[in-house]
């Protein structure tokens, strides 16, 4: 069998579409019978998506580091503290070769708000075993990690119903 060579990738921008992106390729790579840890970071695990990637366990190992709704621009010393244990879990995993895909939904924000220190992360990522696929999501990822990424593909939104009031709706975007 030939040896599996893992990338980054990136999924940022305004747009609506990066989570859908990752849990899509979490389930691609189960049908392919590879290993995924999925690792969400801020929000809260209710949302629909967690069910099915929960059902794939062992093949998928899912984890949440959020809580409540999701966080905007107020970071309380409690999710900051779940941030750092997940970043602590995630750096675990990266050299434990346990995985062929790490998933990180939404760690973007923890770069941008200083939580988890950017010169780490990227250090991380450059330093990650060569068979290993990290999947990166969030809005305005930096533009050093965009630079390091082997794939960057960002999310524009052209329009979007939430702005005529439509609030997030259950299979569709929770």
């Known amino acids: 069998m030939k040896k599996f060579k893992g990338y980054i990738q990136v999924y940022t ?3 609506k579409g ?3 992106c990752a849990v899509g390729l979490t389930i691609r790579a189960v049908g392919a019978r590879l290993k995924v840890a999925f690792f969400q970071f801020f929000k809260p695990d209710t949302s629909s998506e967690v069910n099915i990637l929960k059902s794939f366990y062992p093949q998928v190992y899912y984890k949440n580091f959020g809580k409540g709704g999701f966080v905007k621009n107020k970071i309380d010393s409690e999710i900051k503290k779940l941030i750092l244990e997940g970043w602590e879990e995630t750096k675990k995993l990266v050299n ?6 790490i998933v990180l939904d939404e760690i973007i924000y923890a ?3 200083g939580i988890i220190e950017l010169k780490e992360f990227l250090k991380i990522l450059q330093n990650k075993p060569e068979e290993l696929e990290i999947i990166i999501t969030g809005r305005s990822a930096p533009d050093k990690l965009i630079e390091i990424a082997d794939l960057v593909t960002e999310m524009k939104k ?5 702005e005529k009031g439509v609030k997030a709706r259950k299979g569709i975007e929770r």
């Open 158 to 162: 052209v329009k979007h119903y939430y």
């Open 111 to 113: 770069l941008n708000w």
């Open 13 to 15: 921008g305004e747009g």
């Open 18 to 20: 990066k989570t859908t």
């Open 96 to 101: 434990s070769k346990s995985y062929n895909i």
